[in-house]
């Protein structure tokens, strides 16, 4: 049986047990290699070219191709001699040209592997794949460059939950490297694909890694509405913010407040459900800044306010957030108050002005929430005030809110929605 080529060790020319990577970014089977270090050679015996130390770092990737291989053959294959634990560590302490060259031949490797292999190496390549993309954007770039994106997609669609859900994983942390999101979204059928893999993956783990993949995407404004438009996008994350684990609750947040600051995206996330969802995500702690950010940007619009009112547990959700939220998620709770009384007409300021505690909440924040905080509160207390003094001629309860200065007065129609953007995509 003929070995294929890259699986032989150039020095004894046989099938490599364990192969590893030298200076000069070869790989060699690590006996032959070592053989020709202990004689005193300091030179790659390939290249001629001078080794800059000894270290040998395992190349799991090539090894993990050859078992597959060997297993598909019913070739015997012993395991590799006992490895030098402070290889790997090497390897990632050192990211020099050596592991660069080395991991751009493994990705050309496991890219031939996705496009004529097995099923089951295909499977394997993935995962491979998905492993050397999780560091580097040069590994990333690379990656992609090299053509595995489309190869990837087809596996989007397999049977084989295990490789559904490496391909997805592998696609979420390419999508990493900007220049790698126009590649995703520009491939045919990709963007339907990881829509699929959301609404019908085999696994939660590939589900809420599609989910984040949207979100990482959705940083791109002109994806936005792409990915919003796309069918059953929308309600899937809507789906996965109520149902999820809290991993998956968390990507679909993001996701969903990445798509709501697209303004043409409002009336698609009222038809999916996605208000409803982000109104329920209120009461989560892991959740709900996201969620009342989203919500913010939403009732900017008329439509948006409208939508929200309707929720019965919006306004309380709001409040309950202003009371026992973080400084950040109070932030965007007053905002959320604010712009729905700006942009829902009588009815929602009468509901947002009418619950209870509001009036005190709002001191508390004029005095100790953050400045953007102590802004919106200010401008919220004058639209209390003058509702106040439309039902009861005067101040009424007697409120007195220091929301006169320069220094707390919201000029501004919508100002900014506070959203950690420290969040940051998953690499998996």
Known sequence: MTVPKDFCCPISLDLMRDPVII????????????????????????????????????????????????????????????????????????????????????????????????????????????????????????????????????????????????????????????????????????????????????????????????????????????????????????????????????????????????????VRMIEAGAVTALVGALGNEGVSEEAAGALALIVRQPIGAKAVVKEETAVAGLIGMMRCGTPRGKENAVAALLELCRSGGAAATERVVKAPALAGLLQTLLFTGTKRARRKAASLARVFQRCEALHYGGLGVGYAFASNSAATRDTSFGGDVSVPMSISVPVL
């Open 23 to 266: 200076s000069t970014g070869q790989t060699y089977d690590r006996s032959s290699i070592s053989r020709w270090m202990d004689e005193g050679h300091t030179t790659c015996p390939k290249t001629g070219q001078m080794l800059a130390h000894n270290r040998l770092v395992p190349n799991r990737a090539l090894r993990n191709l050859i078992v597959q291989w060997c297993s598909a053959h019913g070739i015997p294959l012993e395991p590799p001699e006992v490895m030098d634990p402070m290889a790997e560590t090497f390897a990632s302490a050192c990211p020099s040209r050596t592991s660069h060259e080395a991991n751009r031949a493994t990705a050309t490797l496991l890219i031939q592997q996705l496009a004529n292999g097995s099923q089951a190496g295909k499977t394997v390549a993935a995962r491979e794949i998905r492993m050397l993309a999780k560091t580097g954007k040069d590994n990333r770039s690379f990656i992609a460059e090299a053509g595995a994106i489309p190869y990837l997609r087809n596996l989007l669609s397999s049977p084989s939950a295990v490789a559904q859900e490496n391909s997805v994983t592998a696609l979420l942390n390419l999508s990493i490297f900007d220049k790698n999101k126009s590649r995703i979204m520009d491939a045919e059928g990709c963007l339907g694909s990881i829509v699929d893999v959301l609404r019908f993956g085999h696994t939660t783990e590939a589900r809420e890694n599609a989910a984040a993949t949207l979100f990482s995407l959705s940083a791109v404004h002109d994806y936005k509405k792409r990915i919003a438009d796309k069918t059953g996008a929308v309600e899937a994350l809507a789906g996965l913010l109520q149902e999820g684990t809290s991993r998956g609750k968390k990507d679909a947040v993001t996701a969903l407040f990445n798509l709501s600051t697209h303004t043409e995206n409002c």
